[in-house]
């Protein structure tokens, strides 16, 4: 039960992740590859109107080359929104149950550690328990903010091409592409808290802060009864 809930649950979502954040860094390689062919070659001499004409040709099929690149990942982008949008729906509610086990364990671990002080082999358990709920929980962080920091940089991307000099439509829409990156999207855990380093981070020191706690009053205790 233990394997199935935990080990396979973590895989099937750190699958899933990687997935999201492969796409993105697609997309990402697909909006720095739009770029402008500027090879084109001029005689030292006036031009001619024929000349000119064909320059205004080649311009505009570059420019319609490049706005059918950029609809492309805009239709991409818009494919792997709607796939973390249902990662999160999916998730959250298991993500919520997950976050509870592993703070409730690693709590319990640490008023086992007070209660069981001065005992080295039940020591080392409770450690290698409490390490396994915290390898969970980072695992389960990790994840969350790698997908959060790879749909940001989606924004620097698209910033990044070669966007200057191209028409005002091709600039609009890379600019709603920005606008869409730049809205943060993060993994959350039953809408509650986010799923990131931060929320590790935070679960962490109030285990710690508990553990302190609890031996400052059985040190308080000791010295009462003395």
Same mark, same amino acid.
């Given at each position: 039960?233990?394997?199935?809930?935990?080990?396979?649950?973590?895989?099937?979502?750190?699958?899933?992740?990687?997935?999201?954040?492969?796409?993105?860094?697609?997309?990402?390689?697909?909006?720095?590859?739009?770029?402008?062919?500027?090879?084109?070659?001029?005689?030292? &001499?006036?031009?001619?109107?024929?000349?000119?004409?064909?320059?205004?040709?080649?311009?505009?099929?570059?420019?319609?080359?490049?706005?059918?690149?950029?609809?492309?990942?805009?239709?991409?982008?818009?494919?792997?929104?709607?796939?973390?949008?249902?990662?999160?729906?999916?998730?959250?509610?298991?993500?919520?149950?997950?976050?509870?086990?592993?703070?409730?364990?690693?709590?319990?671990?640490?008023?086992?550690?007070?209660?069981?002080? &001065?005992?080295?082999?039940?020591?080392?358990?409770?450690?290698?328990?409490?390490?396994?709920?915290?390898?969970?929980?980072?695992?389960?962080?990790?994840?969350?903010?790698?997908?959060?920091?790879? @749909?940001?940089?989606?924004?620097?991307?698209?910033?990044?091409?070669?966007?200057? &000099?191209?028409?005002?439509?091709?600039?609009?829409?890379?600019?709603?592409?920005?606008?869409? @990156?730049?809205?943060?999207?993060?993994?959350?855990? &039953?809408?509650?808290?986010?799923?990131?380093?931060?929320?590790?981070?935070?679960?962490?020191?109030?285990?710690?802060?508990?553990?302190?706690?609890?031996?400052?009053?059985?040190?308080?205790?000791?010295? @009462?009864?003395?």
């Amino acid at each position: 039960m233990c394997l199935c809930s935990f080990v396979a649950f973590i895989s099937l979502y750190a699958t899933l992740v990687c997935i999201a954040c492969s796409q993105l860094e697609k997309l990402r390689a697909s909006l720095l590859d739009i770029r402008q062919n500027r090879d084109i070659s001029k005689d030292s &001499g006036a031009e001619t109107d024929q000349e000119e004409i064909q320059e205004v040709h080649i311009s505009q099929k570059m420019f319609n080359h490049m706005q059918k690149q950029l609809n492309d990942c805009i239709r991409h982008h818009q494919d792997i929104l709607e796939f973390m949008r249902a990662l999160e729906a999916t998730m959250n509610p298991m993500m919520l149950a997950h976050f509870l086990l592993i703070a409730g364990g690693m709590c319990f671990a640490t008023f086992s550690a007070v209660t069981s002080s &001065g005992r080295l082999l039940q020591l080392a358990q409770i450690l290698i328990v409490y390490i396994a709920f915290a390898t969970q929980l980072y695992t389960y962080c990790w994840f969350g903010t790698e997908l959060t920091r790879q @749909a940001e940089s989606l924004s620097d991307a698209a910033w990044r091409s070669d966007w200057i &000099g191209t028409p005002v439509s091709f600039q609009r829409c890379l600019i709603f592409i920005i606008a869409t @990156a730049r809205r943060d999207f993060v993994l959350t855990a &039953g809408k509650f808290v986010s799923v990131s380093r931060e929320t590790m981070l935070t679960i962490i020191n109030q285990t710690i802060s508990y553990f302190m706690f609890l031996l400052n009053f059985k040190d308080m205790d000791t010295d @009462a009864d003395q």
